[in-house]
């Protein structure tokens, strides 16, 4: 049906011999392809200290069990951008805690606002939700330092960035997810690896693991594993916990993905390099994060643009599914959600950067296989729509 559409999930071979491999093992729940998945993961982020890492079913429970594992309930308030997708704010909802929604930086950096967070923190607030939106680091050295003064946890929701770096204090790279308290990971089947459904929540802090370790899996003191292979006999249950675990064919996806997770992120920045300079002669348009360099490893996810201030976006939609080119909008704003407007456990004042960008954001085709000539094809459509839609004539 499209020409080019957003994203496109190329499974290798391997991968199929991996799933394959974990079918035939006889052993389906978590277990020792989890273990192995988990152990990879976190030295992929960090081989010299690599974090605590726990596979699990998605990243909104990854939320969920970050949120949980800090003690955040009833009474308290995290703070967590109106641009991003809604989990990041629905998990700290489960928990019953106040949701306080922050503005994003500027129209050329649409992760979170430190300033915005910085004068909505009150007594109340337990934690940070940054995003990493699109890919793009959130500005941790300050939010962290600022947490950290206060008491305030940070929680990086990573969904749109695996095996991505930024600078912290000490001016080295560190992989997004390893710098606040806790980080989420998503591998849904759009993302820049994927297991189909499935997340990572990974923490540095033996305490919180502790606490995720036994949230994941019913609050139980010892696993079905565990008790298969005769290391445990019963159990006992010591917290609230879930069953938020992932299983061994998802994992076994996810260990043969993330071999293939630095070389596709590369691909995806080259990608997002042969986009720029085209996208920069639309007329009007404009492209965040396009001026900022890497810190390190980068992992773009998305690619938004904004169109042109008074553009008619639905118009340009139409115009490029014309052009056989699939695009979308991330997001449409927490705060314009029935459910978040209705809510007494939401808080969402003064949100003028978000509100001036949300109805112009456009997101276009991204992922490690789009050809040069798709890329021009996209810009070429685009730009064609983009001045028919401004004229007001049809594209
Ligand atoms: C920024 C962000 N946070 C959280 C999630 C939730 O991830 P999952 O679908 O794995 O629950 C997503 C998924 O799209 C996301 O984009």
Same mark, same amino acid.
């Given at each position: 049906?499209?020409? *080019?559409?957003?994203? %496109?999930?190329?499974l290798? $071979?391997?991968? =199929?011999?991996?799933?394959a491999?974990?079918?035939t093992?006889?052993w389906?729940?978590m277990?020792?392809?989890?273990?192995?998945?988990? %152990?990879?993961?976190?030295l992929a982020?960090?081989?010299v200290?690599?974090?605590f890492a726990?596979?699990?079913?998605?990243?909104?429970?990854?939320? &969920?069990?970050a949120?949980?594992?800090?003690d955040?309930?009833?009474?308290?308030e *995290?703070?967590v951008?109106?641009?991003?997708?809604?989990?990041?704010?629905?998990?700290?909802?489960?928990?019953?805690?106040?949701?306080v929604?922050?503005?994003?930086?500027?129209?050329?950096?649409?992760?979170?606002s430190?300033d915005?967070?910085?004068?909505?923190i009150?007594?109340?607030? #337990?934690?940070v939700?940054?995003? &990493?939106?699109?890919?793009q680091?959130? /500005?941790?050295?300050?939010l962290?330092?600022?947490?950290?003064?206060?008491g +305030?946890?940070?929680?990086? @929701?990573?969904?749109?960035?695996?095996?991505? /770096?930024?600078?912290?204090?000490?001016g080295? $790279?560190r992989?997004?997810?390893? +710098?606040?308290?806790?980080?989420?990971?998503?591998?849904?089947s759009?993302?820049?690896m994927?297991?189909?459904?499935?997340?990572?929540?990974t923490?540095r802090?033996?305490h919180?693991?502790?606490?995720?370790r036994?949230?994941?899996?019913h609050?139980?003191?010892?696993?079905?594993?565990?008790? =298969?292979?005769?290391h445990?006999?019963?159990?006992?249950?010591?917290?609230?916990?879930?069953?938020?675990?992932?299983?061994?064919l998802?994992?076994?996806?996810?260990?043969?993905?993330?071999?293939?997770?630095?070389?596709?992120?590369?691909? #995806?920045?080259?990608?997002?390099a042969?986009?720029?300079?085209?996208l920069?002669? +639309?007329?009007g348009?404009?492209?965040?994060?396009? %001026?900022?360099?890497?810190?390190g490893?980068?992992?773009?996810h +998305?690619?938004p643009?904004?169109?042109?201030a008074?553009?008619?976006?639905?118009r340009?939609?139409?115009?490029?599914? @014309?052009?056989?080119?699939q695009?979308?909008?991330?997001?449409?704003?927490? &705060?314009?959600?029935t459910?978040?407007?209705?809510? @007494?456990?939401?808080?969402?004042?003064?949100?003028?950067v978000?509100?001036? *960008?949300?109805?112009?954001l456009?997101?276009l085709?991204?992922?490690?296989?789009?050809?040069?000539a798709?890329v021009?094809?996209v810009?070429?459509?685009?730009?064609?729509?983009v001045?028919?839609?401004?004229?007001?004539?049809?594209?």
């Amino acid at each position: 049906m499209w020409k *080019v559409s957003l994203c %496109d999930l190329r499974l290798h $071979p391997d991968d =199929h011999r991996a799933v394959a491999e974990a079918l035939t093992s006889n052993w389906l729940t978590m277990g020792p392809r989890t273990q192995a998945f988990e %152990d990879a993961f976190a030295l992929a982020l960090d081989p010299v200290a690599p974090p605590f890492a726990f596979a699990v079913s998605n990243c909104t429970v990854a939320l &969920h069990m970050a949120y949980s594992a800090l003690d955040i309930g009833p009474g308290d308030e *995290v703070i967590v951008p109106s641009l991003t997708f809604v989990a990041t704010a629905n998990a700290a909802l489960y928990t019953g805690a106040t949701v306080v929604l922050c503005d994003v930086a500027a129209a050329d950096d649409l992760t979170l606002s430190v300033d915005d967070v910085l004068a909505k923190i009150t007594p109340r607030t #337990r934690a940070v939700a940054p995003v &990493h939106y699109a890919g793009q680091p959130a /500005d941790l050295r300050r939010l962290v330092a600022e947490c950290q003064r206060r008491g +305030i946890a940070v929680v990086e @929701d990573v969904a749109h960035a695996p095996l991505c /770096d930024a600078l912290v204090a000490d001016g080295q $790279p560190r992989a997004l997810g390893t +710098i606040g308290d806790v980080g989420c990971f998503s591998f849904f089947s759009n993302k820049n690896m994927t297991t189909g459904e499935g997340g990572m929540v990974t923490t540095r802090d033996p305490h919180i693991a502790d606490k995720l370790r036994l949230l994941r899996s019913h609050g139980m003191t010892t696993l079905t594993l565990d008790r =298969h292979r005769g290391h445990a006999y019963s159990y006992d249950v010591v917290a609230l916990g879930n069953n938020y675990r992932m299983d061994e064919l998802r994992a076994a996806l996810g260990a043969s993905q993330l071999a293939r997770l630095p070389d596709n992120n590369r691909k #995806r920045t080259e990608v997002v390099a042969c986009y720029l300079p085209l996208l920069r002669r +639309i007329p009007g348009l404009e492209v965040p994060f396009a %001026d900022r360099l890497p810190q390190g490893r980068s992992s773009p996810h +998305i690619l938004p643009v904004l169109l042109p201030a008074g553009v008619d976006r639905q118009r340009v939609q139409q115009g490029m599914k @014309d052009a056989g080119v699939q695009t979308s909008v991330h997001y449409p704003p927490i &705060h314009t959600f029935t459910l978040y407007k209705d809510s @007494d456990r939401v808080r969402a004042d003064h949100l003028p950067v978000t509100e001036a *960008v949300a109805p112009r954001l456009l997101t276009l085709p991204l992922y490690p296989d789009l050809s040069e000539a798709e890329v021009q094809l996209v810009c070429r459509s685009l730009a064609a729509v983009v001045q028919a839609a401004d004229a007001g004539v049809s594209p």
